[in-house]
């Protein structure tokens, strides 16, 4: 079974400086992994996704994330975060064996301050 | 196009109660899901259908049942309401049987007293 670990579960960050939201999987086979992002009183969206090809998986508004297989890790990051960034961030993972769903993380809290 | 609409929003129960969530999705997807979200813990599957007329159990089943109406339709029952179920339901749904891009509604926040 695979399984998800977000180690923070809070992130302050003042406008305009870097942010990193770390995710580590755990799974025996290949893994297909995904950044989820729930603003305030939204369902979540998809923000971007590894399916296979290039490690490093960019979104539209700046996000990147990069697959790192040997250290297991999809690491979130931006350059230069807005306050309009501000929201819950979930790490998931899907693997190709059976029919079962996503795996979710905890989620991580990205609070970008002015 | 809506994407996945779920009714209601809001829900206030008493302990016993009953009471269906309703999901419905517009994009001609094949699988839809039914996860929980509490806080610390992130989103927990509930149910969850492949395809039109199959149901399969996820990590927290219990009291809850499911039906998968037609291909457009995934309702939530809880037949018997305990404060446990307190919790933010959210329904998804994907192209693809088993769920590799899913797409979510904006969520049933319930309260059971």
């Known amino acids: 079974a695979q399984s998800v670990t977000q180690l923070d579960s809070q992130v302050p960050v003042f406008e305009e400086a870097p942010v990193e939201l770390r995710c580590n999987y755990s799974s025996s086979v290949s893994v297909y992994l995904f950044w989820y992002v729930q603003y305030p009183n939204q369902g979540l969206q998809l923000l971007l996704k590894?399916?296979?090809?290039?490690?490093l998986v960019e979104s539209i508004n700046g996000f990147e994330a990069e697959f790192n297989k040997s250290q297991t890790s999809f690491h979130l990051r931006k350059p230069s975060v807005h306050i309009s960034d501000t929201a819950e961030y979930f790490c998931a993972v899907k693997t190709d064996t059976g029919r079962r769903a996503l795996t979710f993380g905890s989620g991580t809290r990205l609070q970008v301050q002015p | 196009n809506a994407g996945v609409t779920q009714t209601p929003k809001f829900q206030v129960l008493k302990t016993g109660q009953s009471m269906t969530l309703q999901c419905a999705q517009d994009m001609n997807h094949n699988s839809m899901y039914w996860y929980r979200q509490d806080p610390g813990m992130g989103l927990r599957l509930i149910y969850y259908s492949a395809s039109e007329g199959t149901t399969d159990k996820g990590e927290v089943p219990n009291g809850y049942n499911v039906s998968r109406l037609n291909k457009r339709e995934f309702s939530l029952r809880l037949e018997s309401a305990a404060p446990s179920q307190t919790s933010v339901y959210f329904c998804?749904?994907?192209?693809?049987?088993?769920?590799?891009?899913?797409?979510f509604g904006p969520g049933t926040r319930l309260t059971v007293t």
């Open positions: 998804a749904s994907s192209e693809v049987p088993g769920g590799a891009e899913q797409y």
């Open positions: 590894y399916l296979s090809g290039s490690t």
